[in-house]
């Protein structure tokens, strides 16, 4: 099992530019989630979804979109990149069990100029 | 809102010395899970350990054990025998229980291994 994937894993943007970050896993888990983590910070939610078809915001949702493709799939939008967003940005999906352990991705680290 | 306090930016330990990361947190739940996430240079963020609320034995993986005092909302990281590889960014977590499920994590402590 690949677990939680991630791409890019780099990715450099211009102000202005949009850009998708695709995130899938293969755990047969039902709700997922997108993260970032900025320097100093711990990661902040910006949104989850609990099951196919649905979606909700997080802590931070501005300037992001997202989409739940199917149960593997969760894809985060950026439709006009602003420097505040150049972060690093974790996908995770979540175990059903005692704990609800979440399972992250490798990171993408998006940079925008 | 939950929040979740690191208060040690950074801490070093000699190989095969113990250390331990501190971590506080605020809620007014009375049932809820912590968990110690390690993210070496590769950034991946790795399960470490967790502990149920509800559970008063505090929780052990291998050389890495808690101290968790729910009264006094600390859930400290003990980390024995340490290895040049546990050399890590320390995150602590706090989820709810119900909700979104979502994680508020602390800002992380840098762990150095002196050889």
């Known amino acids: 099992n690949a677990g939680v994937t991630q791409t890019p894993k780099f990715q450099v943007l211009k102000t202005g530019q949009s850009m998708t970050l695709q995130c899938a896993q293969d755990m047969n888990h039902n709700s997922m989630y997108w993260y970032r983590q900025d320097p100093g910070m711990g990661l902040r939610l910006i949104y989850y979804s609990a099951s196919e078809g649905t979606t909700d915001k997080g802590e931070v949702p501005n300037g992001y979109n997202v989409s739940r493709l199917n149960k593997r799939e969760f894809s985060l939008r950026l439709e006009s990149a602003a420097p505040s967003q150049t972060s690093v940005y974790f996908c995770?999906?979540?175990?059903?069990?005692?704990?609800?352990?979440?399972?992250f991705g490798p990171g993408t680290r998006l940079t925008v100029l | 809102a939950q929040t979740v306090t690191q208060s040690q930016p950074e801490m070093s330990v000699q190989e095969a010395e113990t250390v331990t990361l501190s971590c506080t947190y605020d809620?007014?739940?009375?049932?809820?899970?912590l968990f110690w996430y390690k993210q070496p240079p590769s950034r991946q963020m790795i399960l470490v350990i967790r502990q149920e609320a509800y559970k008063q034995q505090n929780a052990t993986e291998n050389r890495f054990s808690v101290n968790f005092q729910k009264a006094a909302k600390s859930f400290s990281l003990k980390i024995s025998d340490s290895q040049l590889g546990d050399a890590a960014m320390y995150f602590c977590?706090?989820?709810?229980?119900?909700?979104?499920?979502?994680?508020?994590f602390g800002k992380g402590t840098k762990l150095t291994v002196n050889p």
């Open positions: 995770a999906s979540r175990r059903e069990s005692t704990y609800n352990e979440q399972f």
């Open positions: 977590a706090y989820r709810a229980q119900g909700g979104s499920e979502k994680l508020v």
């Open positions: 809620t007014s739940e009375s049932d809820y899970y």
